[in-house]
């Protein structure tokens, strides 16, 4: 296990639909303990591959928590054996724990975002009825986005609840993360507010997160 003392961090890679589980075992040979697979799909800004319908990829959402003192080795490893450095090999990044705001209203994100001068990046949640997850995908696209993942709820019963960040998901939701730039979060936020209603009851939740490290992300 783990010591009580150390610091830890939310370790999230997104990749291709089959390569999660071969990241966790090797994880676990530099000292991760375990991790969570999820599913979804994501998106890339390609013309072609939008004119072709081809533009929903299947993905897995692969988290783990690791102590601090592991996360250069696991990103030296997901550039050496995985090479997600290179362009669609996926994404990685991490979230220190102790730095987690918890619930982020849209009308606190540009609060947050000075936070901290190390973050350059924030993961933005957009919560949303299932269906509705393509509309908040292209209004952020509009505002500077550079795509998504959509994560589905699995193997869940109408009656039965998921969470993350200590939010309760219903199954009929959907939960389209982004890594977006910190000086676009609050453009993205308000297109998101604007186009989606977003602020109203019942019409989703959004949340943000400060980004200590990326892996993967397309250059401007």
Sequence with gaps: MYSKDESYNLFIVIVD???ASKILNESKKIGVKGGTILYGTGT???GLLHLLELYE????????????ELNEELYKLLKDKFHLERPNKGIAFNIPLDNVMGNVCVQNVEKFSRGSDKMNHQAVFVIVE???ADDVIKSADKAGARGA????????GVHEKSSIFNIVIEPEKEIVLM???SLKTQTIIDNIKEDLNIDKPGKGIVF???VENTL???KE
């Design 216 to 218: 993967g992300l397309v």
């Design 149 to 156: 993942t959509v994560i589905h709820g699995r193997g869940s």
């Design 17 to 19: 639909k089959g390569r």
């Design 130 to 132: 299932r269906g509705n």
């Design 44 to 46: 890339v800004n390609s």
């Design 57 to 68: 990829i299947k993905k897995e959402i692969l988290i783990m928590v690791i102590p601090n």
């Design 179 to 181: 890594l977006v730039d």
């Design 208 to 210: 943000v997160v400060g």
